[in-house]
């Protein structure tokens, strides 16, 4: 028999082992929480409190534990105290939170898969063997009601919901990085492990003889114990696992699921864990790969800033950003000034076909002509472009922000003052601001009057200026090796200086003063579009303020005198 013995321990292992986590864990997150965390916490809690009730008043029912009169305070449910029902609750509650504070940047469509890649089949089928057979073997220590009869019980209770959620979610629960899987079941049952450990050290816990194996995994601490918190975990983890990989089919695929809430059903998340892999679309699915792999490499920024937003809004973030970074790209890297230029009017052209043709031609030779003259590695970033909903003049001005760009290798330095500066911002980095908000109001709920969004969109620009302004602070000695000088030609003028003495020496002692010039003139930008961008659509405000505040803080970390002795020394 397990006894739960001392009123103190009930009541102030809570006090002092699983509210301080629960609360350290909640501060942590508090900026980064949103609609569906909030839903998937509440809806993993109901689960886990309704699946662990019968049990556990089984157990007490059984004999298997008790607690005596002085060791409960609050009211029992069916024979469970209620201390012992907030533990499912809190358990619940603080494994959740750090599977999300771990896996918050992931983005889980590149782990969808279409075909069985990897021998991932196998692995679905070896691992539900394993744990039919462990259901079966702790069904028959539980029939022989000996010494294995608690263990067999945390089998037989435990196993068939495993056994479940691997069925359902297999290719996350293989493919996620591990630090997603392993660290949110490692960390809280070790933890537990040990406020288990110091508890029955204390013998304020006790197992009696006849339903334990007696075997212990280190001193004071019970194997079936240390099972009992090591399956639990594993529930709660691939209980969230399996949410995530229903929401990511819902919101990868519209063409299968058209429209999507913000809290989608049991029932929705069923079915899409159910649909055959063999539909999905294979091609969109290599897109975001395609698209997370390069902004991993060149925009790791927008990638990690990208993982506060949710739903469909980040699919269609990352997919607008892999477009900009791909024109980017192709015109940079071009081998020659008239390759750049021809890539420019290709993107034009596709651009044109893109908004003029869509519906009529989408199948049309003239749409095979063009992607064939675009580099293989380039192609999906441009044909998953969700133009549908996106205004096209914003894509043009890009484009004429790239060709200003073309004017440095000809020894000419388009940047001549502040207003060209605002202009070049405004078209490479305001325009996609605009992108992005346009992106925002589409999947928002919300009701937004016309006049509020123009304002939002104003602002949208002028805090894209502010941002490329803060890159181009933090990249003065990058742009001079390859001939580009973005501080305008009249500051360097004050300062006594001429472009090209910033190419040959970007590290003298003048560039420190002009640099802080550019950052006062973003944070002056800053401050003037925030107030409009608090108009945001509430579920998008804190997502965007967290964005904007990590790309601001580059340019606070720029102002260090320790960053600038660094870059002395460099």
């Given amino acids: 028999m397990t006894v739960r013995g001392g009123k103190a321990y009930s009541v102030g292992s809570h006090l002092y082992y699983t509210i301080p986590p629960a609360v350290a864990l909640t501060a942590l997150y508090w900026p980064l929480f949103n609609r569906i965390d909030i839903y998937k916490v509440l809806f993993l809690i109901i689960i886990a409190v309704t699946a662990t009730i019968p049990w556990d008043s089984y157990l007490i029912h059984s004999n298997v534990w008790s607690y005596p009169p002085d060791a409960i305070v609050g009211p029992t449910l069916f024979a469970i105290p209620a201390e012992e029902l907030f533990f499912f609750v809190i358990q619940t509650y603080n494994t959740s939170l750090l599977y999300l504070i771990i896996s918050k940047p992931t983005f889980y469509p590149i782990y969808i898969r279409a075909h069985d890649e990897d021998g991932l089949l196998g692995w679905k089928n070896w691992v539900a063997s394993a744990i039919f057979a462990a259901i079966v073997g702790g069904a028959k220590l539980v029939y022989e009601g000996s010494e294995g009869f608690y263990l067999g019980l945390i089998v037989v209770w435990a196993g068939p919901f495993i056994l479940l959620l691997w069925s359902l979610a297999y290719q996350f629960i293989v493919g996620l990085p591990l630090g997603n899987t392993m660290l949110p079941i490692a960390l809280p049952t070790l933890y537990l492990w040990l406020v288990d450990t110091l508890a029955l050290r204390r013998g304020t816990w006790v197992i009696e003889k006849g339903t334990k194996l007696s075997w ?133 052209s596709f651009l044109d076909w893109k908004y003029q043709n869509y519906i009529e031609k989408e199948d049309s030779p003239d749409r095979d002509v063009l992607l064939n003259m675009i580099p293989q590695a380039s192609r999906p970033a441009l044909e998953f472009l969700p133009t549908t909903y996106l205004p096209s003049e914003p894509f043009y001005e890009l484009l004429q922000g790239f060709d200003m760009d073309l004017n440095f290798p000809s020894n000419s330095f388009p940047i001549k003052d502040e207003k060209v500066l605002t202009k070049y911002a405004e078209r490479v980095a305001g325009t996609v601001a605009e992108l992005i908000i346009q992106l925002v109001y589409h999947h928002s709920p919300s009701l937004v009057e016309e006049s509020s969004k123009q304002q939002v969109f104003k602002a949208g620009r002028i805090m894209g200026i502010a941002l490329q302004i803060v890159n181009i602070a933090r990249d003065i000695a990058a742009d001079a090796t390859i001939g580009r000088v973005y501080i305008p030609s009249s500051w360097l003028k004050e300062a006594g200086l001429e472009p090209d003495d910033i190419i040959k020496d970007p590290q003298r002692p003048e560039v420190f003063a002009l640099r802080e010039r550019l950052l006062d003139y973003a944070e002056a930008l800053y401050r003037t579009a925030m107030p409009k961008i608090e108009m945001l659509p509430p579920e998008a405000r804190r997502p965007m303020r967290v964005a904007v505040e990590s790309y601001m803080e580059i340019g606070r970390v720029l102002r260090e005198p320790g960053y600038r002795e660094q870059e002395r020394a460099e």
């Fill in 216 to 348: 212990q995994l280190w001193d004071g601490l019970e194997i079936e114990e240390a099972i009992f918190f090591l399956v639990t975990n594993v529930l709660i983890v691939f209980g969230l696992i399996a949410f995530d990989n229903a929401l990511a089919i819902i919101y990868t695929f519209p063409k299968l699921f058209q429209s999507t809430i913000s809290a989608p059903p049991p029932k929705m998340l069923v079915h899409a864990l159910l649909i055959p892999t063999t539909i999905y679309d294979d091609q969109r699915l290599e897109a975001f790969r395609d698209a997370i792999v390069r902004l991993r490499r060149k925009s790791r920024s927008f990638y990690l800033a990208s993982g506060v937003f949710q739903g469909r809004l980040r699919h269609d973030l990352i997919l607008l950003y892999s477009f900009c970074r791909v024109a980017d790209d192709l015109v940079d890297d071009a081998s020659s000034v008239q390759e750049a230029r021809r890539s420019i009017s290709l993107l034009k």
